[in-house]
């Protein structure tokens, strides 16, 4: 070769680069299931939807979403699931802000995503806007078992649609059972205080179908993940939803909150707001997961936001770092999203 030093650089800038399939300082991840839930910020197909009012996300429409766009909005978020799983992706992702089954399809097996064997879980839900949760697993560890759309309406008013609950089952290994509820609640736009109502009956739903859990099968093991549009101080996560930080975990009844404590996440935040940064995306456990000796159990400081670098950009009016959206308000930027992912490690049954 005749410039053998300039291959050795290239060499080493592939190997090192953080979407490398994988990484030279990648962890052994055989004996953890890794799970993680994103917020991907209006990941919308191009094609118009004649059963929706909501079309915006269009090449004709107001924000001008054309295929380009599209797909470097698909290799943004390959790019982030790949860099998140530290050489193998996750085994388990919940998403929110994704318009339907077609662009999770997409996900998985129009990018590099489609040599790990991942499999699809999505609900058409009522949101105005046409945006859902779901999910994506790999079946090296998990087997689906069961899976619904929990409905969210207020019978008080008729005109209220919003997102769905996702909740999936799945058989771990053949040696156990996970149970896992995405959600997104009810935003705060409008004001705080005058949607705080929905956010607390969205806490209340989601508790019913955690305490039914708890009826039907002795110490089910529970994982709650989502964009739930509060902070772990907010009365629907604290007082309704009772879930809290493992060390105020009191009665037999309350959740553990794994994202209540910045300093042991990696990063102060997974949204940011003004010059200040909050947790709304949260992952919260049942006890028997969490305090788990047999079988699937959570592993002690696995918690994590996943703050790279690539997912930030310099904050110039209120200083520090902002999240690199794909969009400013009606400008287009190209960037990942408007939240940062969040993750945990799990232990595989007989490791």
Same mark, same amino acid.
């Given at each position: 070769m005749k410039h053998p030093l300039l291959f050795v650089i290239f060499l080493m800038t592939i190997l090192l680069s953080p979407f490398t399939y994988t990484s030279l300082f990648s962890q052994e991840n055989g004996s953890r &299931? =890794?799970?993680?839930?994103?917020? #991907?910020?209006?990941? %919308?197909? /191009?094609?118009? *939807?004649?059963?929706?009012?909501?079309?915006?996300?269009?090449?004709?429409?107001?924000? @001008?979403?054309?295929?380009?766009?599209?797909?470097?909005?698909?290799?943004?978020?390959?790019?982030?699931?790949?860099?998140?799983?530290?050489?193998? !992706?996750?085994?388990?992702?919940?998403?929110?802000?994704?318009?339907?089954?077609?662009?999770?399809?997409? $996900?998985?097996?129009?990018?590099?995503?489609?040599?790990?064997?991942? =499999?699809?879980?999505?609900?058409? +839900?009522?949101? @105005? @806007?046409?945006?859902?949760?779901? $999910? /994506?697993?790999?079946?090296?560890?998990?087997?689906?078992?069961?899976?619904?759309? #929990?409905? %969210? +309406?207020? !019978?008080? *008013?008729?005109?209220?649609?919003?997102?769905?609950?996702?909740?999936?089952?799945?058989?771990?290994?053949?040696?156990?059972?996970?149970?896992?509820?995405?959600?997104?609640? !009810? +935003? @705060?736009?409008?004001?705080? $205080?005058?949607? *705080?109502?929905?956010?607390?009956?969205?806490?209340?739903?989601?508790?019913?179908?955690?305490?039914? &859990?708890?009826?039907?099968? =002795?110490?089910?093991?529970?994982? &709650?993940?989502? *964009?739930?549009?509060?902070? !772990?101080?907010?009365?629907? /996560?604290?007082?309704?939803l009772r879930a809290l930080s493992p060390d105020k975990v009191m009665q037999d009844s309350d959740l553990v909150h794994l994202f209540t404590k910045p300093e042991e996440l990696g990063f102060e935040g997974t949204i940011k707001h003004m010059q200040n940064w909050q947790i709304f995306d949260h992952i919260i456990v049942s006890q028997s997961l969490y305090s788990s000796d047999d079988g699937l159990g959570f592993i002690q400081g696995s918690q994590r936001i996943f703050a790279k670098n690539f997912l930030l950009t310099d904050d110039d009016r209120h200083l520090g770092k902002m999240l690199y959206r794909t969009y400013v308000g009606p400008r287009y930027v190209g960037g990942y999203s408007d939240h940062l992912p969040v993750y945990i490690d799990l232990r595989l049954p007989g490791k």
């Open positions: &299931l =890794r799970l993680a839930f994103y917020n #991907i910020e209006n990941f %919308f197909d /191009i094609k118009f *939807d004649s059963t929706r009012q909501y079309n915006e996300f269009t090449p004709e429409g107001t924000q @001008r979403w054309t295929l380009s766009r599209y797909l470097h909005k698909r290799t943004n978020v390959f790019k982030t699931i790949m860099a998140m799983g530290e050489g193998s !992706p996750p085994d388990l992702l919940g998403f929110c802000e994704v318009e339907n089954e077609d662009v999770l399809s997409d $996900l998985i097996l129009g990018t590099p995503l489609k040599k790990f064997n991942y =499999r699809v879980v999505h609900f058409e +839900s009522g949101d @105005r @806007r046409g945006i859902d949760v779901g $999910l /994506i697993y790999r079946l090296d560890h998990l087997s689906l078992i069961n899976s619904k759309a #929990i409905v %969210f +309406s207020d !019978p008080s *008013d008729a005109n209220f649609v919003t997102r769905d609950i996702l909740y999936v089952s799945f058989e771990v290994d053949a040696a156990d059972t996970l149970h896992v509820f995405v959600n997104h609640w !009810p +935003s @705060r736009y409008g004001g705080v $205080l005058s949607s *705080d109502i929905k956010r607390i009956m969205a806490a209340e739903l989601l508790r019913k179908h955690v305490d039914s &859990l708890k009826h039907y099968h =002795r110490n089910p093991k529970i994982v &709650l993940m989502g *964009d739930f549009n509060d902070t !772990p101080e907010d009365i629907s /996560i604290k007082k309704v």
